[in-house]
């Protein structure tokens, strides 16, 4: 809603609305108006998406931001959205994609062999070539999942 020349926007905590990972569909059936997610969630709707959020080995959250607000990142990132009928906007920044947190330490990648972690995205699609067994969950279960030994690592 617009009032005074400035957008007023309702927050609503996590999973209070839709479910997790469920804001792209959520929005493009006008079930919420928009979401505040990372985009590399949304790699299963466009593969181009992850581009947008951490990307490991990429840009720091000034190159980020640079690439974004004056590289024309954001045109690009609208560009994908576009057949969705949405826009995209940026909402702070993930800064690089870390490598990970894990369990137990690691000596050699074939101790990754079987490792099952939390990490989405590019990073994901690396860490499955090296045998890692990906699982995909959102923020607020990562801590829960290592607890119950869901999950042995992650990003």
Same mark, same amino acid.
């Given at each position: 809603?617009?009032?005074?020349?400035?957008?007023?926007?309702?927050?609503?905590?996590?999973?209070?609305?839709?479910?997790?990972?469920?804001?792209?569909?959520?929005?493009?059936?006008?079930?919420?108006?928009m979401?505040? $997610?990372?985009?590399?969630?949304?790699?299963?709707?466009?593969?181009? $998406?992850?581009?947008?959020?951490?990307?490991?080995?990429?840009?720091?959250?000034?190159?980020?931001?640079?690439?974004?607000?004056?590289?024309?990142?954001?045109?690009?990132?609208?560009?994908?959205?576009?057949?969705?009928?949405?826009?995209?906007?940026?909402?702070?920044?993930?800064?690089?994609?870390?490598?990970?947190?894990?369990?137990?330490?690691?000596?050699?990648?074939?101790?990754?062999k079987?490792?099952?972690m939390?990490?989405?995205?590019?990073?994901?699609?690396?860490?499955?070539?090296?045998?890692?067994?990906?699982?995909?969950?959102?923020?607020?279960?990562?801590?829960?999942?290592?607890?119950?030994?869901?999950?042995?690592?992650?990003?």
């Amino acid at each position: 809603r617009v009032h005074g020349g400035r957008l007023k926007i309702q927050v609503f905590g996590a999973g209070e609305l839709i479910p997790a990972l469920e804001g792209f569909d959520a929005v493009r059936a006008g079930t919420v108006e928009m979401n505040h $997610a990372n985009s590399y969630f949304w790699t299963g709707k466009t593969f181009a $998406a992850q581009y947008f959020t951490a990307v490991p080995f990429g840009l720091n959250f000034q190159g980020i931001n640079g690439w974004l607000y004056d590289g024309g990142g954001q045109q690009l990132w609208n560009e994908v959205y576009a057949p969705f009928g949405m826009v995209a906007m940026p909402c702070g920044n993930t800064g690089v994609q870390m490598t990970g947190w894990f369990k137990k330490e690691i000596k050699s990648s074939a101790d990754l062999k079987g490792l099952k972690m939390r990490i989405p995205g590019l990073a994901g699609r690396v860490y499955a070539a090296l045998g890692v067994d990906v699982k995909l969950l959102p923020g607020g279960e990562i801590f829960p999942a290592l607890e119950r030994g869901v999950i042995d690592a992650a990003e």
